[in-house]
């Protein structure tokens, strides 16, 4: 059986899927140089041709490095090559994390909270608790209990 040709989205899907999932506007050839893609017979999104190479790798890297430091930086916080707008970058780290921990809920079930969404509505459909567990795991090396925050 032969499986389906992954591809990778085209460096404007990329910049509109973050402008979708986050409300951050970001230009991903201005931020980290990420080149136009080829248009084999006229399509940009041609599947056989969105191979991605180790250094476009690399700078899909660094535009999600940019991007974590835009929902992270404070407000006298330095983001560097981004063209940071602290009042946007506020809103969408606000519409990503509307569960606190506190006394009454753990930093974990915070963010299983704020994850269980966003996964749902980034991958386009239902997400399993197996799902999202394996994403938790990903917040602290080793999968530990509670989240680094």
Same mark, same amino acid.
């Given at each position: ?5 992954? /591809? ?7 910049? /509109? ?10 230009? %991903?050839?201005? =931020? ?11 399509? *940009?999104? @041609?599947?056989? =041709? ?38 946007? =970058? ?10 606190? #921990?506190?006394?009454? @809920? %753990?930093? /974990? *079930? =915070?963010?299983?909270? *704020? ?5 749902? /509505? ?5 997400? %399993? ?11 602290? #090396? ?8």
């Amino acid at each position: 059986m032969e499986l389906p040709t992954l /591809r990778r989205l085209t460096r404007y899907e990329y910049d /509109r899927t973050l402008h979708d999932l986050l409300g951050i506007d970001f230009n %991903s050839q201005n =931020a980290v140089g990420i080149p136009e893609e080829p248009v084999p017979l006229g399509f *940009d999104n @041609m599947a056989t =041709a969105m191979d991605i190479a180790p250094t476009l790798m690399e700078k899909y890297m660094a535009a999600a490095d940019k991007i974590l430091e835009r929902l992270t930086a404070g407000p006298n916080g330095k983001v560097a090559d981004v063209g940071d707008d602290w009042n946007q =970058a506020q809103a969408a780290h606000n519409a990503l994390f509307k569960v606190k #921990p506190g006394k009454e @809920m %753990s930093a /974990r *079930d =915070a963010a299983h909270a *704020d994850l269980a969404p966003f996964v749902q /509505r980034a991958w386009r459909r239902p997400v %399993s608790e197996a799902e999202i567990e394996a994403l938790l795991k990903l917040l602290r #090396p080793g999968g530990g209990a509670e989240p680094p925050f």
